[in-house]
């Protein structure tokens, strides 16, 4: 019997933060305007020791005011998206579940729209309004999942399908009747994007949010283990299902709706991301929360990474990237499953 | 023909017997329940009052047909739902009453069962019946181990620890799951239907077990069985229940009328007492000449 310690989780997620550190400096250094290590070394050694005064003004620009805003952006919804991911996946049983193809990450972007549409004023609105509208969304997609009282992974798939297809025509629709006003565009919500900095204002409601929602998320994590047997098992072992599910439902959709009212709809990678971590630290979600935080991390860098350099000096959206890593290996797990 | 109300044997005063002198520790008293899609319709099915005990060390056996009203019972002695009349208690506290964690530290559950979704290794699936005594994240204490292996050496099934559950045979995975749930420390193992996919030696040896841990570890056990000659065999009591009503409570001698038998279970049965006391039960072939 290897049964999993605390220290197995810090180690794990320690090398993980390495590897996430070298994709950040990575993705620094590549781009329109290619950089080399050691400068990037010993410029941020300087931003570190308070000197960033003696940085040279052109460089600045590029990696401070441009790349790394960017990355750490990338970070906090790559993130957002994993844990939110691999949390639905343990509550609704359903291994293929992401805040994407639920059409939780469409339900946040409608809300969002709302709200910039409603109050443009108020930047604040925003994830308020995006949060509003992953809550309606999941509950409505846990309920069209139902057949005859059981949660059916078809059914439940499919309503998640549909729901964001239906949600995405009313994105169209306003995004057509509200074209004079800024709502940053069709492809900035279909197919995600980073490169629109979080306003300064509300940086810190997205750090302490993306760090309440995994924190709230993490401490259900033994309970999420025995969910994934079943309820009534869960239940006969002492865990409170309803209360469990609720801090679930409702931290995943908070960390959808900072992740898209901040970037879009950023398809699969709260599908993708769980999936790999589980191949590689297994399938207990007290080391799989983190780790997967960090993996949607580093995802999410990468994919940024690739989406600026691919086609340079075009730029694709990010979303497009995740989405064809992720639809095929979807249609895997599906086929998988199937047998 | 009708078979009489058992009730009045049910609550009458303990009977005299061998098991005199040890705890009663699940009473269930005149416990009744009804399901009904909305207030305004008729119930869909109802359990009428039913009462038994199980003392430690004693294992039970809830015996009926399909529908008999057998997962209801269940559902109210897990204290999952509370009785709409009556009580159902555990060393005297009414079981629907307790809280969820307190619950499962008293009552284990073994289901038919056990959907594994993730692939899980038995030792750490075994680990999961600590979780009602655990803290916050529950990463396993050094007592939590000790425990688990203990719980797999008393099914025999050490060796088992590193194995993938995916990957067991049947009997081998009846077996973790029974150590999963004495893991838990309970007073009370509920098993609901536990020889369905088991042959016929698992079966056996799986009842044995459970009589021989009742007996160490003074457990009560209630078995939900529609399996006659195992509940015959291995039961110190039986409830037999038949739409939603309970006939009879009582020892397999008792309770194993020919005619109740027959007509609960709508077939033709043989009853004879074995050498130890025991009934035995036999189909009857439907042949002609047969007018009985």
Redesign the interface.
């Known amino acids: ?6 220290q197995r989780v810090l180690w794990t997620c320690g090398g993980l933060a390495v590897v996430l550190m070298a994709c950040v400096l990575l993705s620094l250094k590549l781009g329109a305007v290619p950089i080399s290590i050691t400068d990037l070394v010993v410029n941020l050694g300087r931003l570190a020791i308070g000197q960033s005064d003696q940085l040279p003004t052109e460089y600045r620009l590029i990696v401070f005011d441009l790349r790394l805003p960017r990355i750490l952006l990338g970070i906090l919804v790559g993130a957002a998206l994993s844990v939110s991911g691999a949390s639905f996946q343990a509550t609704l ?1 359903n ?1 293929l579940a992401d805040p994407y193809i639920l059409g939780v990450s469409s339900g946040a972007a409608l809300g969002a729209i709302l709200a910039l549409g409603v109050a443009p004023q108020f930047a604040f609105i925003t994830p308020i309004g995006a949060f509003l509208g992953a809550v309606a969304t999941i509950a409505a997609v846990y309920f069209l999942g139902r057949r005859e009282g059981e949660l059916d992974s078809a059914t439940l798939l499919l309503g998640g399908v549909i729901s964001a297809s239906f949600l995405t025509a009313i994105i169209m629709f306003l995004m057509t009747t509200l074209a004079g006003r800024d709502l940053r565009g069709a492809v900035f919500w279909m197919m995600g994007d980073l490169s629109t900095p979080v306003p300064a204002s509300l940086r810190w409601i997205f750090i302490v949010g993306l760090f309440a929602g995994i924190g709230a998320i ?2 259900t ?2 309970d999420l ?2 969910l ?3 309820e ?2 869960a ?6 299902v309803t209360r469990v599910k609720m801090v679930v439902y409702i931290s995943a959709s908070l960390l959808t709706a900072l992740a898209v009212s901040a970037s879009g709809q950023i398809g699969y990678v709260g599908l993708l991301v769980p999936h790999a971590v ?1 191949r590689v630290f297994g ?2 979600y ?1 080391i799989l929360i983190p780790a997967s935080a960090f993996g949607g991390a580093i995802a999410i860098v990468l994919a940024d990474t690739l989406a600026r350099t691919v086609a340079a000096p075009t730029e694709l959206p990010v979303g497009a990237m995740t989405a064809m890593a992720g639809a095929p290996v979807f249609i895997y797990l599906l086929r998988r499953g199937m047998r | 023909m009708s078979v009489s109300d058992n009730s009045a044997h049910a609550l009458g005063a303990p009977e005299p017997s061998p098991k005199n002198g040890r705890t009663e520790r699940l009473n269930v008293e005149q416990a009744s329940y009804a399901y009904s899609t909305s207030a305004q319709f008729a119930p869909t099915f109802t359990l009428t009052a039913t009462s038994f005990q199980a003392r430690e060390s004693e294992l039970v056996a809830i015996l009926g047909p399909n529908a008999s009203g057998k997962s209801t019972l269940l559902r109210l002695i ?1 204290g ?1 739902i509370a009785p709409l009349t009556g009580r159902v208690e555990l060393d005297g506290e009414e079981t629907s009453r307790l809280d ?2 307190t ?3 008293r ?3 073994v ?1 038919q069962e ?8 038995a ?2 699936f075994v ?3 600590r ?2 005594y ?1 803290r ?5 204490s050094r007592e ?2 000790e425990i ?2 203990h719980a797999l050496a008393q099914v025999g099934a050490d060796h088992l ?2 194995r993938i559950i995916g990957e067991l045979s049947g009997g081998e995975k009846q077996r973790v799951i029974l150590a999963r749930a004495l893991a ?1 420390k309970p007073r009370l193992i509920l098993l609901d239907e536990p020889t369905l996919h088991l042959d016929i030696g698992a079966q056996v040896e799986l009842l044995e077990r459970l009589r021989q841990l009742a007996k160490e570890n003074r457990y009560a056990v209630v078995v939900v069985t529609h399996e006659l000659a195992l509940a015959a065999e291995f039961a110190d009591q039986v409830v037999l229940l038949h739409h939603g009503r309970c006939l009879r409570v009582g020892t397999p001698a008792v309770v194993y009328q020919r005619e109740l038998l027959e007509q609960v279970f709508e077939a033709p049965l043989e009853v004879e007492i074995g050498p130890a006391g025991r009934p035995r039960v036999n189909l009857r072939a439907r042949r002609g000449g047969d007018t009985t």
Request: aromatic residues 4%; positive net charge.
């Open positions: 019997m290897r049964p999993l310690t605390v049983r291994r993490y401490t994590a033994a283990n025995l994934l047997t079943g009534r098992e239940i006969h072992l002492g865990v409170e589980r399938s207990d007290r | 897990t999952t969820v964690r619950r499962a530290q009552i284990a559950v289901h056990s959907p594994v979704v993730y692939p899980a290794l030792g750490d680990l999961q019946g979780h009602p655990g916050a994240l529950r990463f396993a939590d181990i688990a292996h620890a590193g838990q």
